[in-house]
């Protein structure tokens, strides 16, 4: 089962946020400080020149490939398996997730490790491996953490973003109670050390190694990852079999249109210039190879993507998964990853969740937005992230899925909007009157119908004529 | 007559914060704009640019309410906006809402392409580049988003700023991170928004400017707002919250936004 999105709740989500004094410490490290990931992409875009025409080239890719994803998806497919790898075509999660099993049981797995995936927490592939007996084990370092505090990752490429260290070490004692309780743990590196030492014996014991993919490219068979560990390439080259979780939109033409992309990608995520990994595997190992899984799968999802082509959504799917529109988001910032209540957070959370469960089950997160649109600003494949939001909102406003409440006091003020007359003879009468009862202080520290703002804000007072009746006077004036 | 004729004549888009809440920044901009050599008017009619039906997915008020403005500012050379948020409705926006009216379409376009936020349109456009007003005090200047990323207004208040006599400007800290005003996104979303707000609080007082400007009367609002609060309930500093265009005109005899009749000015 699909982990159950909470993304209605987003707002109780967000509250309880706030209140996390622990969150909102990790948040503070996270986001606007020199060290934040914001700043490194700032730096690392400002070092190289050609970023801004490496960005239309790479959005350019995308579109063209967008455009013939079926073409490229099946030269795809003929390629890999032609290298000797199978190509499962899933439509849902569930399809998914059975496959994997399949593949998992037919090699008498009981152990997968697992590198860094989105779609697998999509598919929630862990959940229903241990519930058929097989035991996952991420090895990624922030999803190792998340995954042994039984939590969604926050961030997609720094999944226990939401931590402080001292979170981590606690979790590690309670976890890791084979260990010597007495043992240093104090320092990040000492930290690092422990997860290393626990992990290296799952990788060598593991049956089945489950990845995701940067890209899958279509003129060689080709998945691609890019990690910073190496967890990735323990993951995938030591068990018997490699199963690659991608989903349709990753596929590429050719490995030049890889490169260019990985130009991008690791600059916008956390301002590498290339990120430590990056590992091409195709096929299964072969004769004469040192090493290699004995099989390799590739799953291709779809998960209500397909729909999404065509139509004014289809932009979302150039996403190449590299969080810079979270890292320089100030909502995001403000609440973490886990407010948004599914898989993908941020920005491109809020087009993608209710691209795929749907606006009526998401309905908060395209409207969770100032519309501030730095997202837009850094995103290197240039999607209009803003503008997909509101295409939400005016779903909702058709589907008259937004509050009632909302929509009358929409209909009140467009229907005075349309009156001047009535519009500047009311706005008259309201700014006299506040401003009259408003002119000792110059502001209000409460009112009827702005609660939210007065609750912990000043209302500032009008100053009492409307600037349309002055304007009159002073024309009337000039005349005479 | 002939003196007139080789004015631009400039439709003033005094947007529905300013006219409600403080004309006064309506006035300095008329002051600047005349400065610059043109011919003001203001069409009466005008109202909202319907920036909130757009932004609430009411697609069909928002088109009804463009219409009307695009109607109302047909005749003049530049339609001019204190404030980047409508304006940048103006511009990028009206356009794409006529996709299937290619009749409306054009005019949108013809619109768009002569709309200009105020202090853009004085330094790019009239080439103002220095005013002669006075102000004392440490400044530090905000950019509001649309201003900032639809309109690229950015350098141009800084150019003007440093012209005044008597003001010292100083940068602020993510001065191009939003305020977490939003429109209606501060009373959907009142907790995130205070939480935005509140690290701009902190950026401004770092600074330790006694003036804090831009050039959207929303985002204003909301910072002056909390400030207050926070000077009120904390203690916090004492900080002028102005629209940049009050500064230039050297119109700042109305108390500072949110600020008591009492105190500043005349």
């Known amino acids: 089962m699909t982990m159950q999105p909470t993304s209605r709740a987003f707002k109780a989500n967000a509250h309880d946020a706030l209140a996390d004094a622990k969150l909102q410490r990790a948040l503070g490290f996270f986001q606007f400080g020199q060290a934040g990931l914001a700043e490194r992409r700032r730096q690392a875009v400002d070092r190289l020149p050609e970023f801004d025409v490496l960005r239309d080239r790479a959005k350019a890719i995308k579109d063209h490939t967008l455009a013939h994803l079926d073409w490229y998806l099946e030269r795809f497919e003929r390629n890999c398996t032609e290298a000797g790898g199978h190509v499962h075509w899933c439509r849902n999660a569930e399809e998914a997730r059975q496959v994997v099993l399949d593949i998992c049981r037919k090699l008498n797995a009981r152990t997968a490790t697992k590198g860094k995936s989105m779609i697998g927490e999509e598919i929630a592939i862990n959940d229903y491996l241990a519930a058929n007996g097989v035991e996952p084990i991420e090895t990624d370092l922030g999803e190792y953490i998340v995954q042994i505090r039984h939590e969604m990752p926050s961030h997609i490429i720094a999944p226990a973003i939401h931590l402080t260290q001292h979170q981590v070490e606690a979790s590690f004692r309670k976890t890791h109670t084979q260990l010597d309780p007495a043992r240093q743990l104090e320092e990040p590196r000492q930290l690092l050390d422990e997860a290393r030492g626990i992990l290296r014996q799952k990788f060598l014991d593991a049956d089945v190694g489950i990845t995701g993919a940067n890209f899958l490219i279509a003129e060689t068979g080709t998945s691609v990852i890019v990690t910073n560990e190496g967890n990735g390439d323990l993951t995938q080259l030591l068990p018997k079999a490699h199963i690659v979780l991608a989903s349709l939109e990753k596929v590429v033409p050719t490995l030049e249109d890889a490169s260019t992309i990985l130009r991008v990608l690791a600059r916008s995520a956390t301002g590498q210039d290339m990120s430590v990994y990056t590992t091409f595997s195709t096929g299964p190992r072969r004769a004469g190879d040192l090493d290699g899984p004995g099989e390799y799968h590739v799953i291709l999802l779809d998960n209500g993507r397909s729909a999404l082509l065509g139509t004014e959504f289809q932009d979302i799917l150039r996403c190449i998964r590299c969080g810079a529109c979270m890292n320089n988001c100030p909502v995001y910032a403000s609440v973490g990853g886990h407010a948004y209540g599914w898989v993908y957070p941020g920005p491109m959370g809020s087009v993608l969740t209710p691209a795929l469960i749907g606006v009526e089950n998401a309905g908060h997160l395209p409207n969770a937005s100032t519309f501030c649109g730095r997202c837009e600003s850094v995103c290197p494949m240039k999607i209009p992230l803003p503008k997909m939001m509101r295409h939400f909102r005016e779903q909702e406003y058709e589907r008259k899925l937004s509050p009632r409440t909302v929509r009358a006091g929409l209909a009140v003020w467009a229907f005075l909007a349309r009156h001047p007359v009535l519009y500047h003879f009311l706005a008259g009468k309201a700014a006299a009157l506040l401003g009259r009862l408003g002119r000792r202080n110059g502001s209000f520290y409460g009112l009827p119908l702005a609660g939210g703002w007065t609750a912990t804000r000043e209302m500032p007072a009008p100053q009492g004529r409307t600037f349309q009746a002055m304007w009159r006077g002073r024309q009337a004036g000039k005349v005479r | ?266």
């Not at chain 2, 936020?117 to 007003?133: N, Q, W």
């Open chain 2, 1 to 266: 007559m002939a003196e007139t004729a080789t004015k631009p004549r400039v439709g003033l888009f005094i947007t529905c914060l300013v006219d409600f809440f403080r004309p006064s920044v309506g006035f300095a901009a008329v002051k600047l704009l005349e400065d610059a050599g043109c011919e003001v008017h203001v069409p009466e009619a005008q109202t909202c640019c319907g920036q909130p039906a757009y932004n609430s997915g009411d697609r069909a008020d928002t088109k009804e309410l463009a219409r009307r403005t695009i109607a109302l500012f047909e005749g003049f050379d530049y339609v001019v906006v204190p404030s980047g948020s409508c304006g940048g409705m103006l511009r990028e926006h009206y356009p794409g809402l006529f996709a299937d009216e290619p009749d409306w379409a054009h005019r949108a376009q013809h619109l768009a392409a002569r709309t200009y936020e105020l202090i853009s349109f004085l330094h790019d456009v009239r080439g103002m580049r220095g005013v002669a007003s006075r102000y004392e005090g440490t400044v530090t200047y905000h950019d509001s988003c649309s201003g900032l990323r639809e309109l690229g207004v950015k350098q141009q208040p800084r150019a003007l700023l440093s012209s005044v006599e008597g003001l010292k400007l100083v940068e602020l800290p993510a001065a191009e991170v939003c305020c977490g005003f939003g429109g209606t996104f501060c009373v959907k979303y009142p907790e995130i928004s205070d939480k935005m707000v509140s690290a701009k609080a902190v950026d401004i007082a770092s600074t330790g400017a006694d003036t804090v400007l831009a050039g959207d009367l929303g985002c204003l609002m909301n910072m002056a707002g909390k400030l207050k609060r926070q000077q009120i309930e904390a203690g916090g500093p004492d900080i002028r919250v102005r629209h940049v265009a009050e500064v230039l005109a050297g119109m700042t005899d109305e108390p500072p936004i949110a600020a008591a009749k009492t105190r500043d000015g005349a």
